[in-house]
C-alpha cells in the first residue's frame, strides 16, 4: 500500500526523559498516519518508560485506525505494566471513543495537570 | 425511524464524488463530505458523526475492497430526500466500490467485549447511521453500501 507519510504532520513534540515520555499529537488521524503513528509510539514504548501521555488537545478528527494505533499502544504499555494516558480529547475524538466503547478502557484526562496528579 | 417514500418526495441536492482509493485522498473526503452535509443543512454533530461514518466505510474499501491497491476507484454520492408529510428528512449516502466483493455475512462487527486493534469500522457506521446496507453489483464487480441518516426539519436550514 502506497502509505501516505503524514507522521510529521501529527505528531508535534516528543519528550523523553527518565522513565516518563509525552508526546504531543495535532491534526487528523486517519489510515494515512496511522502506521507511522505506530511506529513512533512504538519506538519511544520500547524503551519502557512507566508513564507515556500523549496530548491529543490539537486533534481535530481521529477515526478507527488512530485508535487501533493507541490500543495497541496500550497493550504495549501494560505488557510492563506501564501507563498510557489520553489527555485532552475534544468531544468529537472522545465521541470516537465512546461509541467504541473504548472510553472506559483507556486512561483519559481533561489536563496534563489532572493526569499527573 | 424512517421516511415513508411517496409520490410526492423528492430526492434533492444530488452530488456525486470520485476518490482514488488512496489513503492520502481521505482528508480531501472528509472535508468534502462535511461541505456537502452543511451544504444539504445538517447541524454540526450530525455532520461529524455521518464524516466519521463515511471515513469508516472509505477506509474498509481500501483496506478490503481493494487490498490497499491506491490506484483504484470509489465513488461517493449524496441525496437528500425530502418528504411533504413527515417532520424530518433522509440524507443517502452510496459508497460504491469496483473491488473484490467480499461475503455479504462477513461485513459485521465484531465483538466490542474483546480489546483488540481493528475490526470496529462496520460497527462505528452501524452505530451513526440509522440505515447501512451492503450489497453486491449484480456485474460482479465490487459492493454498494447505502447509508441513510434521518434529521429533523428543525434541524436543518
Redesign the interface.
Known amino acids: 500500500?502506497?502509505?501516505?507519510d503524514c507522521i510529521d504532520d501529527i505528531v508535534k513534540s516528543v519528550d523523553t526523559k527518565d522513565d516518563f515520555a509525552r508526546i504531543e499529537l495535532t491534526g487528523?488521524i486517519?489510515?494515512?498516519c496511522a502506521m507511522g503513528l505506530r511506529s513512533t509510539l512504538m519506538e519511544i514504548i520500547q524503551q519502557r518508560p512507566t508513564t507515556v501521555m500523549i496530548i491529543m488537545s490539537e486533534v481535530d478528527?481521529m477515526?478507527?485506525?488512530g485508535?487501533?494505533?493507541l490500543?495497541?499502544a496500550l497493550?504495549a504499555c501494560r505488557k510492563y505494566q506501564g501507563h498510557l494516558k489520553l489527555i485532552g480529547l475534544t468531544q468529537?475524538v472522545r465521541?470516537?471513543f465512546e461509541?467504541?466503547?473504548?472510553d472506559t478502557?483507556f486512561e483519559l484526562f481533561d489536563t496534563e495537570e489532572e493526569a499527573l496528579a | 425511524m424512517t421516511l415513508t417514500k411517496t409520490a410526492d418526495t423528492k430526492k434533492i441536492c444530488q452530488t456525486w464524488l470520485r476518490i482514488m482509493a488512496?489513503?492520502?485522498y481521505?482528508?480531501i473526503a472528509?472535508t468534502a463530505v462535511k461541505r456537502v452535509a452543511l451544504e444539504l443543512g445538517i447541524n454540526t454533530d450530525s455532520t461529524?458523526?455521518i464524516?466519521?461514518a463515511v471515513?469508516?466505510a472509505l477506509?474498509n474499501v481500501?483496506?478490503h475492497a481493494y487490498g490497499?491497491?491506491?490506484d483504484e476507484l470509489i465513488d461517493i454520492n449524496f441525496n437528500k430526500v425530502i418528504s411533504p408529510d413527515s417532520d424530518r428528512v433522509a440524507i443517502e449516502i452510496l459508497i460504491r466500490d469496483y473491488g473484490n466483493q467480499v461475503p455479504l455475512e462477513k461485513i459485521k462487527s465484531r465483538d466490542?467485549e474483546e480489546?483488540?486493534?481493528?475490526g470496529?469500522?462496520v460497527?462505528?457506521i452501524q452505530?451513526?447511521m440509522d440505515e447501512c446496507e451492503f450489497y453486491h453489483s449484480e456485474d460482479g464487480i465490487g459492493t454498494f453500501l447505502q447509508l441513510t441518516k434521518y434529521v429533523k426539519l428543525e434541524n436543518t436550514k
Do not use: K, Y
Open positions: 500500500m502506497n502509505q501516505h487528523e486517519d489510515m494515512g478528527f477515526d478507527s485506525s485508535l487501533a494505533t490500543v495497541e497493550q468529537r465521541n470516537v461509541i467504541s466503547r473504548l478502557i | 488512496n489513503p492520502r481521505l482528508a472528509r461529524d458523526s464524516v466519521l471515513e469508516e477506509t481500501i483496506r490497499g491497491h491506491c466490542l480489546i483488540m486493534p481493528g470496529i469500522g460497527h462505528i452505530s451513526i
